[in-house]
């Protein structure tokens, strides 16, 4: 990577409106995709992975809610889930994770994206001097909150891929 | 996507348009920035090996330099993409190129995950549109009466 510097700021309440929106499309996309998977992998149960999968799901879904409070505040729609849902199947419909090794892998890049994500957002509403609609400080910790609960994520992930 | 990698799009489109070197000029003027700074980062390019300059002729990338075009030119798609058919953005241009810089790779990959880009991005990108030329076929349909 080229380490230059670049003023990677949030400058407006549509734009960090539009940075929420794709967080709620991450999240969707986690559940989706979690969903999907544990629902593939019915016929031979693992537990600790059925019990990571149907954790994700639901902490996604809890990010979910949280941005969409925000973006409330910002008064813009949030993103139907039934809509990306029906993307990620559109997209998947065809394919299977080959194993649970897989479906790992696929969900540590979901939490190290999200991670990436939120850190970057936070990054760049510090780096900003524009007044949003939405109290600034409720905002930076709601998303900080939610990139630890994501960087938990990642190193569960881990756990349970290396003690496999 | 970070400022060198805005330029090094930038320049791979302009080349591709004069076919033949990208002048300063026209660098600057496609990135609205002032001339100055425009060879401020383009040096920064040319130590890094991405590019080359040669006085009045312009800039050319080098062979890395164009590995990281391409694949800067594909997030941008990406999030034009993913801003126009998912979230209907009829302005998708001008948002994507302030979100450029706030977006990372790995999650215009994950965003790249939930759209249908063709398998020819970004040669099918249209500097004319400022878009991908196969997006218009792909975007929600129009019902007429609503016109």
Known sequence: MVAVSVSQR???DDQLARL???GIVLEEVVEARAHRHYRQLDAELDAEVETLLADAAEESADHRERLEALIDGLGVDSVPFDEIESLVDARYGRTRP???DDVLYDQLCNEETAYKFYDDLIEAIE??????SVDREALLATLTTIRDEEAEGVREVTEVMERR | MNTADQYLKTIYVVQDSEDGPAS?????D??????ASANEMIGKLEERGLAEHEKYKGVTLTDDGIVRAR???????IIERFLANVLAVEDFQAEAR?????IDDTVAERLDTIIDRQPECPDCFDPESDACACLEIAATPVEPEQQ
């Not at chain 1, 780096?127 to 949003?132: K, L, P, Q, T």
């Not at chain 2, 694949?71 to 798609?77: G, I, K, M, R, V």
């Not at chain 2, 302030?98 to 706030?102: D, P």
């Open chain 1, 10 to 12: 949030v400058a407006s």
């Open chain 1, 20 to 22: 929420l929106q794709i």
């Open chain 1, 98 to 100: 080959e194993d649970f």
């Open chain 1, 127 to 132: 780096g900003s001097d524009a007044a949003f």
């Open chain 2, 24 to 28: 300063t000029g026209s660098i600057a």
């Open chain 2, 30 to 35: 496609a990135l609205g920035v002032s001339p």
């Open chain 2, 71 to 77: 694949d800067a030119l594909q997030t941008y798609c």
């Open chain 2, 98 to 102: 302030e979100l450029e810089a706030v």
